[in-house]
């Protein structure tokens, strides 16, 4: 099955099984100004989850699209990505674990056909100082169902990553964690604050066998490990306690609610690693091979960053987001340009946008009516932002040449001078730096914003004075 197919399938299922399938939620979110960006599947229906009644009932399903910043950092790496969709869905008091967790192996290993062999999971270990049970009636599920399947189901208590990586797994279908199976707004069950609700998840991972454990995040590999073999595609997370001032109370209304990336459904699917190999990111890393004459296997990195970044910048650009410098627009803003930088690495020198972005839109049509409404729009305001991006980019360069010629420490009054005047991103001149190798100072990001404060004093101070004056 490819991506779009494995969408459609799971929404399909969820219809079937009584959910009413909502729409997706615009990047940014409405009402919202504690955060940029709708980062997950929940996110927009917190306020149901916690009480209020949806207008679609007790079970609901969507493929929310996603956008991390905070995980721009990770880019680069085999399975995140800044953009991604989550598939979700939710039982507002109405169904719980016997129900949510044979659905989702019913959707993995029947719909979409992943190999129970290469599933592993995760449960919640208690925590007996608050009076928590360990999670054993979702361990128990789960035994049921891989046993049907034929396949051993041992259990291996590992508690926290740290130990799990002194240990392993062992094998072991069915691990045992604390907090890092533990769900809440606000941490562990000792940092809730009375009144919050909480409750145990249960993590579904794909092992690949034929990727090599990396020592270098800990001795052995197990679920919970960054050494590479396993990827988490999804989790259900059970609302099953409130804390109170006399501890864990069991709520009056048990909700569920379930994320699972589409993109890392759809690499295990294709018994992939790599999730640019999946039908919805693989026509755009071509499209930058043809662009640029070099391949993807020498240029891993790079073209996992342009591919991921444009995608995203093409999101925010259909729900109505510009390059600024501020806010979301920032975030696009240096989206575009960290793909244009890496895109020049490789000898595109012009028109990445144009020609990569009519990709990516194509590649949604179907299931996002209003990325096809909105194509020429989302064009028009990235190629915009690349003819911006180009008159600079060659200068910006040569003037970081010339600092990491000169030796001296770079400085935050540095980095604002490059941002200024060439239009370069603060992240982005100082990940140059640190990749040439050029000393910098510790503080270079106080620095820098010294000088973006500095600066708008100054503008306002000007402002005034033309007030009086006029
Ligand atoms: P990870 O530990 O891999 O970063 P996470 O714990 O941040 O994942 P959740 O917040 O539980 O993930 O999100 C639910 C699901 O969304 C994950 O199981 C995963 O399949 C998917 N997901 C999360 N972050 C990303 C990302 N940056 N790119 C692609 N898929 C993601
Ligand atoms: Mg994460």
Known sequence: ????????????LMAERGHTVIPRAPL??????????????????????????????????????????QDIEEVGDNRHTTFFEMLGNWSLGDYFKSEQIPLFWHFLTEVVGLDPNRIYVTVFSGDPANGIPRDDESAD???????????????????????GNEVGNQGARIAYYSDKNWWSRSGGPDTMPVGDPGGPDSEVFYYFPQVEHDTAFGKYPHQNSDGGQYMEIGNSVFMQ??????????????????????????????????????????????????????????????????????????????????????????????????????????????????QLVPVVADLYTEAYPEVAERRETVIAVLEKEERSFRRTLGKGLRELKRLGKTGETVTGKDL????????????????????RGMPMTVNWRAEFDGEIEAQRARSQASTKLGATVD
């Open 241 to 354: 306690y409130a804390k109170t001032v006399e501890g864990f109370a069991e709520l009056p209304k048990l909700n569920v609610d379930y994320g699972g990336g589409l993109e890392r459904i759809a690499a295990a699917s294709i018994d992939s690693p790599d999730v640019y190999r999946i039908s919805l990111l693989w026509p755009i890393v071509q499209k930058i091979e043809e662009l640029s004459g070099v391949g993807y296997d020498d240029n891993t990195v790079a073209m996992r960053v342009i591919a991921d970044h444009i995608r995203g910048a093409v999101f925010l650009a259909v729900d109505g987001v510009v390059p600024s410098n501020k806010e979301q627009g920032y975030v696009m803003r240096r989206l575009v340009r960290r793909a244009i930088r890496f895109a020049h690495q490789l000898g595109v020198q012009d028109n990445l946008l144009t």
């Open 1 to 12: 099955m490819d991506a779009n197919e494995i969408r459609s399938a799971y929404l399909s």
């Open 416 to 435: 604002f001078k490059l941002s200024d005047t060439f239009g370069f991103p603060v992240e982005l001149s100082a990940e140059e730096a640190v990749t």
């Open 28 to 69: 940014v979110p409405k009402d919202d100004p504690t955060t940029l960006f709708t980062g997950s599947g929940m996110q927009p229906l917190l306020k149901y989850l916690l009480g209020a009644e949806h207008p679609s009932g007790k079970r609901l399903a969507d493929s929310q699209t996603c956008l991390r910043s």
């Open 141 to 163: 599920i789960w035994t049921e169902l891989f046993t049907k399947a034929g396949v051993s189901a041992d259990r291996v208590v590992l508690l926290t990553e740290e130990h």
